[in-house]
């Protein structure tokens, strides 16, 4: 079982300015090793390459540091023969050889060898991650910079005693320990991350003597719980519970607590600390919002896991796709641009953002592998717009939050009505009415990150955050 604790650490002066020395360092680094391979696509691919008389084979028009006859002067493994006659070693990717140059970085720039070689490591590996990101169909990495270059990773040496870590090249740091680790885990890795109220450790745990957690296969699921997602109320149940949703940023005080913090910011002088003191309050209160935001979403998570059922059935939705700006009208007489209904949909792209369902959706499969229950995804479309017995779809069925078909007369809550439906469609997948969507849902469903292992604080909630809507 492997899995992550969150603790917030307490470092003296000298502590914090090394901490923030070597983000400066591991985003420079970071931005360079980016440069680097960029140069080499270009050399090698686009300027093109030509054949060296000399030495008989291909050269790049300039030299890069990781192309094959870069700076570093062995892009290629010792040749090793194996039993096959085939090399066993083949070209050395671009982050090996970053990696292998590090030494090399350390004495030209003295400074390096005060971080650690595992978070130098790390920092490359980080970057070959956001290229393997990339190649799976996601955007092509990204240059760092201070807001988003927050964090690094020690990868061993990090020990505990009570409430003190070790941190490699840092030394002993005291940290509130909130949670004790359990007897027979060991640490596999730390990361430490810079946040607006100070520094945070998140350490890896990992005891192979208990076994990950298993769901139970779709042939032994009885029970679904249907979840229909929502702005006006957080969450719609299909057995008629609706939970509500705070709006935690969107709501009247947060909008204009927030209105101020900006206005005070943008007041002050570029570059001043006043300017500074002004930006770490404004940054403060978003991760006021945030942390709320969390805790209330472990909370209804909980809810509705706990519930007696197998399996729950959610919306498959695509939230980046719903918050994607409204396309542009030009009249074709004029040129001009007309009105595309752009700002008021920006409202309701700041509810949804407020909202957070995906990160709602990830703690509820997170709690319900940890029951061994099923989390089935549901392509939701037109369903609060179906009718449940006659199974007329009309636009027109839906009025607000009221449900009432065109065909055959029948009402019913629209969004609890979306939820029986969702449920009603897991069914079908559960009971093999749908044979290629249940396979599709099946590879579909991925492990869940470990980083949602971490624990939320639930704050002062009640039982008055879920209301019962009667039938």
Same mark, same amino acid.
């Given at each position: 079982m492997l899995t992550n604790y969150v603790y917030k650490l307490r470092p003296n002066i000298t502590q914090s300015t090394k901490l923030s020395s070597w983000l400066d360092m591991l985003r420079s680094t970071y931005n360079w090793s980016l440069a680097d391979r960029i140069a080499q696509y270009n050399q090698q691919f686009i300027q093109g390459e030509y054949c060296d008389i000399r030495t008989r084979s291909e050269a790049c028009p300039l030299t890069c540091f990781v192309s094959k006859n870069g700076a570093s002067g062995e892009p290629w493994k010792d040749v090793k023969v194996g039993k096959d006659g085939k090399d066993k070693n083949p070209r050395r990717s671009a982050g090996d050889i970053q990696i292998t140059a590090l030494p090399d970085l350390k004495k030209a720039r003295p400074w390096f060898a005060e971080i650690d070689s595992?978070?130098?490591?790390?920092?490359?590996?980080?970057?070959?991650?956001?290229?393997?990101?990339?190649?799976?169909? /996601?955007?092509?990495?990204?240059? #760092?910079?201070? *807001?988003?270059?927050?964090?690094?990773?020690?990868?061993?040496?990090?020990?505990?005693? *009570?409430?003190?870590?070790?941190?490699?090249?840092?030394?002993?740091?005291?940290?509130?320990?909130?949670?004790?680790?359990?007897?027979?885990?060991?640490?596999?890795?730390?990361?430490? !991350?810079?946040?607006?109220?100070?520094?945070?450790?998140?350490? /890896?745990?990992?005891?192979?003597?208990?076994?990950?957690?298993? *769901?139970?296969?779709?042939?032994?699921?009885?029970?679904?719980?249907?979840?229909?997602?929502?702005?006006?109320?957080?969450?719609?149940? *299909?057995? !008629?519970?609706?939970?509500?949703?705070?709006?935690?940023?969107?709501?009247?005080?947060?909008?204009?607590?927030? #209105?101020? /913090?900006?206005? /005070?910011?943008?007041? #002050?002088?570029?570059?001043?600390?006043?300017?500074?003191?002004?930006?770490?309050?404004?940054?403060?209160?978003?991760?006021?919002?945030?942390?709320? !935001?969390?805790?209330?979403?472990?909370?209804?998570?909980?809810?509705?896991?706990s519930r007696k059922v197998d399996a729950i059935a959610l919306e498959d939705l695509n939230v980046s796709g719903m918050m994607r700006r409204c396309k542009i009208k030009v009249d074709e007489k004029t040129g001009r641009f007309l009105k595309n209904g752009q700002s008021r949909k920006k409202g309701l792209n700041r509810a949804i953002s407020d909202a957070s369902w995906g990160e709602l959706i990830l703690k509820i499969q997170y709690l319900a592998a940890k029951l061994g229950k099923v989390v089935i995804k549901i392509n939701a479309k037109h369903s609060s717009q179906e009718c449940r017995k006659c199974k007329h779809v009309d636009k027109s069925n839906r009025d607000g939050e009221k449900f009432i078909c065109t065909q055959c007369g029948d009402h019913e809550h629209a969004d609890i009505g979306a939820a029986k439906t969702i449920r009603d469609r897991g069914f079908e997948i559960v009971r093999g009415d749908s044979a290629k969507l249940a396979a599709r849902q099946l590879n579909a469903q991925k492990i869940l990150p470990r980083s949602m292992s971490k624990r939320g604080e639930f704050g002062n909630l009640s039982n008055q955050d879920i209301k019962i809507v009667k039938s």
């Open positions: 595992t978070v130098l490591q790390q920092n490359v590996k980080r970057l070959d991650t956001a290229y393997k990101n990339f190649f799976e169909g /996601r955007g092509f990495p990204k240059f #760092k910079n201070r *807001s988003n270059f927050t964090s690094f990773t020690f990868q061993m040496g990090v020990k505990v005693q *009570s409430s003190k870590i070790y941190l490699p090249k840092l030394g002993w740091m005291r940290f509130f320990n909130s949670r004790l680790i359990p007897n027979g885990f060991t640490i596999k890795a730390a990361t430490v !991350r810079k946040r607006q109220d100070g520094w945070y450790v998140s350490i /890896r745990i990992e005891d192979k003597a208990i076994p990950s957690y298993a *769901s139970k296969p779709l042939d032994e699921v009885n029970s679904i719980l249907g979840c229909d997602l929502g702005i006006t109320k957080l969450v719609h149940l *299909s057995d !008629r519970h609706q939970i509500d949703n705070p709006k935690f940023s969107t709501n009247k005080k947060s909008k204009r607590t927030l #209105k101020i /913090r900006q206005r /005070r910011v943008s007041k #002050k002088v570029k570059g001043s600390k006043n300017r500074k003191k002004a930006a770490n309050n404004l940054g403060r209160f978003h991760k006021k919002t945030v942390d709320k !935001r969390t805790a209330y979403q472990w909370h209804v998570a909980n809810k509705i896991v």
